[in-house]
Every structure is written in C-alpha cells, then in structure tokens.
C-alpha cells in the first residue's frame, strides 16, 4: 500500500478561519496517524483576490496550531506551464477542445435549458467543430453524455451524479489561464495526493474533478468530505458566531493544544472522549470516526476545554505561552522558576491565558491599588494588631515553605484569639487588592518574604493613615 498524502489547499484570500483550520487538521492528523505525507498548496490563481498579506496570515495560522507540512508550500501561479502540458494533453486527446461562444450565445443557452425544465448549462455547440486556438477561445473538457459518475465518499457513501445533468465546463480561459477544477486535479495528481479531506460545500465540484481523472486515465484518490461548521444557531458559522481568524484565538488566550482539541470534535468523536492531548489526536484519528452531522460551534465549551487544558499543561510549558500576554502588560520577565510559581497558583482558576495574565499581575507590581469595598471592609483598626504580629513573625522566618507559614498563622491566631479567615482576608487585600485569589500560604510563597513584610507593612500604614484622615 502506498503511504498516505494529503493536503491542505487554502485560497490566499483572507485570514485562515476555523473551518479551513479544521480541514487542514484532518488531513495533517490523518497523514500523521497512517505515517504518511502533509502537502501544504497555495491556490493563488485568484490574481484579483489573493494577497501576500493573506498567505503570511495563513502561514502565521498554521504555525500557532503546530501544523507542519512535509512538502510545499507549493503556488498554483507558479506552475502555469505544469497546466499548459495538461491542458494540451487533452487536446491531443481529443478530451477537450476549443469552444468560441460568445457570452451572449452563452446567456441564450442557459436560458432554453431552463425553459425546458433543465439545468442552465453549455448545449455543447462547439464539441465537434475542430476549433483551433485563437485568441477569444476557451478550452472546454468533453465531458461524457450519458451514464452516471459515482462519488465514493469515505463519511458520505456513495453519491451518484446523472452525466446528462452536466455539461461541458471550461478548463482555459480565453487569456491561458486554467480555471479552478481542472488545476485541483493536475496538482493532486501531479504531487501525489491519494486522499482528499474537504468540506462539503466542494461536493458538486467532484464529479467533475473525477471525470477529469478518467479522462487522464489516473487512478481516484480517496474522497472524505466533510459537514460545515455551524454556529449555535445552526446557521452558517459566521463573525458573530467565531467565524475569526485563529490567530484572534491565539490573541484571546486559547492554547494551541486546546483549540486543535476542540477543532477535532467539531466533526470527529472517539467514544465519549473530549479531552485529547495532540499525541492522542495522531494516535486516534481515523475517517471512520468522522460524522456526517455539521458541527456546531460553541465558544463556552472552547473555553471550558481551554481550561481544561491549562489545568493539564505542566507550569514550566505554561511560561511559553504566558509570557507574551504578561509582556502585552508591561512586564518583563527575568526568572522562570518565579514566573512557573505564579502560573502553579493560577492555572486551577483560569479559562484563558489572558485571564491568567490579569490575575497575575499583583505579582508583578509592588504598587497594589486596593479595591474600596476590600479595603473598607478589611483594612481597618481591628486589623491592626494581626498584620503586626504577622510581620514580626514573617520575618523571623528562616524557611519561607508552607509548613512555616502555616506556624505563623497558627502563632498569630493564638496570640489574637482570631480564626483564619479573620487574619487571611486583611493579609490578602494587603498582597493583591482583592479579596478573591488564589491560596493565601501559595501568594506569600511565591512572592517571597521581603515583597510580603512590604505590602504588609504599607496595608498597616494605610490603616493608620485613614485613621488619622477620621
């Protein structure tokens, strides 16, 4: 059995969105999981439309999903006289020919099938004139008259098309340039591709792409198309529903590993399995399993799986990706093991990376704004006392664990007759200006003793200092 190739043909004429993601996903897993090939193909023919902004976005898209590929990038512009070969091969062959119809004799045709019940279609006037080239001429391939063409779909099964219901579709434009069905066929065939993962809007261009195969006298690569993705209105996936480009993922907060498993569901199960590591994705992706329902695209659970996956991903793997967010907010970080501390006491609570970036910040700036509501409640006389003891304590510390504080709390409560909470919560707002965080014995471990006593100190000053302004 030969090995598996597949691509991903994206059109430069835009950002890469989720469900072009998704369908260079399928075919990268799929390649990865038989062993086979990844070709990666720009579609640039769309002179008009395509743009060098686009392929970098597409690039860019591709990179922050970690999906590689083993071949390419190839550019259709690029091989026009790979076309021109094709194109005449048919000729000679009598499977195609010129065709001189004017745009008006055009509109007249489509216009008598549609009279007569049929399908607005070429009636086939030119077939068999024996044109040769001239300089308002298309080529047109001689499709087959009678008899049906079978699309063996791997998700869908078989789709049967009536010949009679098709006509004869252009392959060369009047200036040489080959149209978009006939180029799909030529680079498959030309760089290998035995297996065609793609959405379903592409199904009423396969019959034609698999008459052009026969025609040739190539073997069918295998077809597998796919449902569209839906947003939770079931309507077309669209801006309002996610429809971005996946770097706006990236930008939101979403980890690569997250947004390649959420992808993955969108059409693809593997029993009741949702949370996949990207080794589990290679290991367990088959077209078996890809359903034939569209998938429908729900923000709220990209999120929860997002989460999911920043509670699964190890502190030091999280710094990565944290770090250009914190930089985003004017930090610049200097020592990782501090940074993977900050990150152990976060990612239990985090949705996002830049939700984690917000929360984190009382970390990363000694100058601690207190919420009013905290401080009024917390910050006050009947405080005064515990934050004192506390720092008295703290400082005599010469291990800074969590054992150690822990005696130190424990000490203070004694000495004070106040249960935990009643001392935690001032020493909170004091550390980070809110009172909801993260553990407080995690925060003042990870800030360490002499950023703690200060915060400390300044929250006990400010006490005083409001006193004063009563």
């Not at 590689?68 to 009598?94: H, N």
């Not at 480009?245 to 907060?253: E, I, L």
């Not at 990612?347 to 207190?370: H, N, V």
């Not at 925060?443 to 703690?452: A, Q, T, Y």
Request: net charge negative.
């Amino acid at each position: 059995m030969d090995p598996i190739v597949t691509r991903f043909p994206p059109s430069p004429t835009g950002f890469l969105h989720v469900g072009g993601a998704r369908t260079a996903l399928f075919n990268w897993l799929y390649a990865r999981h038989m062993k086979g090939k990844f070709v990666l193909r720009i579609e640039d023919t769309d002179t008009a439309r395509s743009t060098q902004a686009s392929v970098d976005a597409i690039f860019e898209g591709l990179e922050w999903l970690r999906i590689d590929w083993d071949d390419g990038p190839y550019f259709q512009s690029k091989r026009l006289d790979i076309y021109q070969q094709y194109i005449q091969r048919l000729l000679d062959k009598e499977a195609a020919y010129y065709c001189t119809c004017t745009t008006q004799e055009l509109e007249v045709m489509r216009q008598k099938g549609m009279a007569a019940g049929g399908k607005p279609k070429y009636d086939g006037t030119c077939r068999d004139k024996g044109l040769s080239k001239s300089a308002d001429a298309v080529v047109r391939f001689k499709a087959p008259l009678a008899g049906t063409t079978v699309l063996s779909d791997v998700i869908k099964g078989n789709i049967v098309f009536q010949n009679s219901e098709m006509d004869d579709f252009i392959i060369a434009r009047s200036d040489g340039t080959p149209t978009y069905n006939f180029c799909v066929v030529i680079d498959d065939l030309t760089m290998g591709i035995n297996t065609v993962i793609r959405g379903d809007d592409h199904v009423m261009n396969t019959p034609k792409q698999i008459q052009l195969y026969n025609a040739l006298g190539s073997p069918l690569p295998t077809f597998g198309h796919v449902p569209m993705v839906l947003g939770n209105d079931r309507s077309r996936l669209s801006k309002r529903h996610g429809a971005m480009s996946v770097t706006a993922y990236r930008d939101m907060g979403y980890l690569p590993d997250a947004f390649i498993n959420y992808l993955v569901r969108l059409g693809w199960s593997f029993g009741d399995q949702e949370f996949f590591t990207r080794a589990e994705l290679i290991e367990k992706f088959t077209l078996e399993n890809i359903g034939r329902s569209a998938g429908v695209f729900d923000i709220e659970k990209l999120q929860a799986l997002n989460a999911d996956h920043i509670k699964a991903m190890a502190p030091g793997k999280l710094v990565q990706h944290l770090t250009p967010f914190l930089n985003a907010k004017g930090y610049t970080l200097t020592e990782d093991a501090f940074i993977e501390g900050v990150i152990n006491t976060l990612r239990e609570r985090s949705k996002t990376l830049l939700d984690m970036a917000d929360d984190a910040l009382f970390y990363f700036s000694d100058d601690i704004q207190y919420e009013e509501k905290a401080a009024q409640k917390f910050l006050k006389p009947t405080a005064l006392e515990a934050l004192n003891l506390l720092i008295d304590r703290l400082a005599q510390l010469e291990q800074f664990d969590e054992k150690a504080l822990e005696g130190a709390f424990l000490a203070v409560m004694d000495q004070t007759g106040l249960k935990l909470g009643k001392i935690a919560q001032p020493v909170r707002v004091a550390l980070t200006g809110k009172t909801a965080s993260p553990g407080i014995f995690e925060i003042i471990e990870v800030l360490g003793k002499d950023r703690v006593i200060a915060r400390l100190k300044k929250a006990v000053q400010f006490v005083l200092d409001q006193e004063k302004q009563q």
